[in-house]
């Protein structure tokens, strides 16, 4: 799908036109996928649109620059600040964008060390995560193996380690699927190529856990949190594919993707899609990110109008 371009990107401390936001071919973070990144939305509210849960994403931007010993140029405040001004000026009311942090031209090799550190945010009206039509969603297991995170921290959002996904959600969209289910080393589902997943069965939710290379997804955080409140039972433990298999419910959930159902797992068809407690925390989590629901409205960053 082709990017709605917007007017400006923040690049590097500066609002710069959309078509003059470039780097040069020997970018190392091009060729050696040194980078981290970001996807965060912007709802519109009834008092203007607002940015969900920016202070966690811009937390884990920098635990993941951390991990991979990128120093960022910017902090959290400054990349907040930042934030809100290209919203403005691109005057969206609703939005995906993309915080990204590489390196830059500077030296090529794999010796990182002296390379520069450039820093992105760029927004456009809409990512479509799952191309689905507002379906439930047919997943296949991928022959592909999530990446053990003793190979690489699986912990950082880094932009090198997503090959995996798109090697995963390519396989299963040529197969006819919408998306991909992987498994770790040992056979315990991790996640999909974009999303988390959850199960549910006897009326308890459960999801992976990171050190099955999933990645701990703020989206997966705000749905453990609304079922919480909801007073369901959840844990965090390993599952297997035939657990997924057994489920009275499966649904998968990311920052592009919200909460979406799933109605068969490699052509086993789910008993409910959506079932209830889907259909639920799906109402809740879209009053959550709207501000129709007071009690998340901290999770708001307003941007103003």
Known sequence: MSLSEASVIWMDGALVPWHEARVHVLTHGLHYGTGVLEGTRVFATAEGPAVFRLADHLRRLERSARMLRIDLPYGEEELARATVDLVRANGHESCYLRHFAFLGYGAMGLDMRSSPVSTVIASWDSLAALDSGGRAIRVKTSSWQRTSPNAVPNAAKATGP????????????????????????????????????????????????????????????????????????????????????????????GTAAGVVPVHSLDDRELPDAPGDLTKRLADLYEAAVSGAEPRYRGWLTPVGR
């Open 162 to 253: 997503y090959l995996n996904s798109v090697l995963a959600r390519r396989e299963a969209t040529d197969a006819g699927y919408d998306e991909a289910l992987l498994l770790d080393a040992e056979g315990f589902v991790s996640e999909c190529s974009s999303e988390n997943v959850f199960a549910v069965r006897g009326g308890v939710l459960r999801t992976p856990p990171a050190s099955a290379g999933a990645l701990e997804g703020i989206t997966q955080d705000t749905v453990l949190t609304l079922a919480r409140q909801l007073g369901v039972e959840v844990r965090v433990e390993n599952l297997l594919r035939s657990d997924l298999y057994a489920a009275d419910e499966v649904f998968v959930c």
